[in-house]
């Protein structure tokens, strides 16, 4: 899936409102962690993820990584914060419109 800079835009707005709701730190990216990231953009589609400086990664990296793994988008990597989009592939499902 890709999004237009104007979806972009629209979601970096809603992102700026979201608490963020994941933590990567010295262990880096678990298997775990990537199952719980995927349930937790299949319920909500945008997420964020504060990336810790024991991180053992760059955060742009982790961003490429994590977008690839999941199967989702990455909007924004801002600071410490990476910001994730995967539309659910169930309409009725969906939480976030990004086409304002």
Do not use: C, H, W
Request: aromatic residues 2%.
């Amino acid at each position: 899936m890709t999004i237009s800079s104007k979806q972009r835009a629209t979601l970096k707005t809603k992102a700026a409102a979201l608490p963020a709701i994941f933590q990567i730190g010295k262990n880096g990216l678990t298997d775990e962690l990537i199952k719980q990231l995927d349930a937790a953009i299949e319920a909500r589609e945008l997420i964020k993820i504060n990336v810790l400086e024991s991180a053992p990664e760059d955060k742009n990296e982790l961003a490429q990584k994590l977008a690839e793994r999941t199967g989702s988008i990455p909007v924004q990597v801002i600071g410490s914060k990476i910001v994730l989009y995967r539309q659910n592939k169930d309409p009725k499902k969906r939480v976030v419109d990004i086409d304002d």
